[in-house]
């Protein structure tokens, strides 16, 4: 059995117009909208193939009135929800929600590290709960890569390799910019880097793409905007940065052909 301890199983879209939001995603990344048939809520699955790979849901009338963004999460799978949660605030950071369970799918914590970039930790609860076997990092659609926006990348290591037991991988010059630190999972594969940034601490996830340029192109045509790139990185891809027509960031990685 595939151990998904310390890998990203999950993503989360909280969207104040989910409709236009599926209908974005569905059309540039060929995401395939199912209703999870929650009778609590509106929850729709966004399928690659047959995989669950995310979920959206639209933000609550208060969540809007007072103020709440629109974001992209990510679900970071763990064996004990509640041990995690207690330890990640005393290695300084917090507990936003929960531990709380998912009746039937699991248990989680929405919370962030010690510079406030959030993210959810989340156990299973098989079978409604399990991890489907992860598809190639180059499947369109597929969430490729995971990437941490710190305010010094250095000080927010410690944090993570604890809780995930992540070991570094290369290390890549990006000159004036600093260090781009790869890392991998205690399986050793490698999923992520991290980065000292001006943006707001916050993880930002990479969604593999056949095209880049066509990618790019479509995004545009739907409503949204390349905010940084496209970008050659090791490989033979390249990487762009983007916003939805709602303004959530996110990111794209691919070849040009």
């Known amino acids: 059995m595939t151990d998904h301890r310390g890998t990203f199983v999950w ?3 909280m969207s104040a117009n989910v409709d236009a939001a599926n209908a974005f995603y569905e059309a540039l990344l060929g995401w395939k909208p199912q209703d999870a048939g929650n009778p609590a809520m509106k929850y729709t699955i966004m399928n690659v ?3 669950g790979i995310a979920g959206t849901f639209g933000m609550s009338t208060e969540a809007c009135a007072a103020g709440g ?3 992209w999460s990510g679900f970071i799978a763990v064996d004990d929800v509640d041990a995690k949660a207690r330890r990640i605030v005393e290695l300084g ?3 936003t929600k929960g531990p709380m369970d998912i009746p039937g799918i699991g248990r989680f914590a929405r919370v962030t590290d010690p510079q406030g970039a959030p993210f959810l930790i989340f156990k299973p609860v098989p079978p409604a709960g399990a991890v489907p076997a992860t ?6 659609g597929v969430i490729a890569w995971h990437e941490l926006h710190a305010k010094d990348w250095t000080q927010a290591w410690p944090f993570y390799e604890e809780l995930f ?3 570094k991988s290369t290390a890549v010059d990006m000159g004036p910019m600093g260090t781009y630190q790869l890392f991998k999972t ?3 594969d490698e999923i992520g880097g991290m980065m000292t940034s001006p943006m707001a601490p916050s993880w930002l996830y990479y969604a593999s793409v056949a095209n880049i340029d066509e990618a790019i192109e479509k995004a545009k045509q739907l ?3 390349t905010m940084n790139g496209p970008h050659e990185v090791p490989g033979g891809v390249w990487t762009v940065q983007v916003s939805d027509p709602e303004g959530v960031m996110f990111a794209m990685v691919g070849p040009r052909k």
């Open 69 to 71: 963004k629109a974001s």
């Open 223 to 225: 409503g949204g905007k």
């Open 135 to 140: 598809l190639p990092s180059s499947t369109h």
């Open 165 to 167: 037991n992540w070991t």
């Open 186 to 188: 205690s399986a050793g």
């Open 93 to 95: 950071g917090a507990v």
């Open 49 to 51: 193939g047959d995989r």
């Open 11 to 13: 993503f989360e879209l």
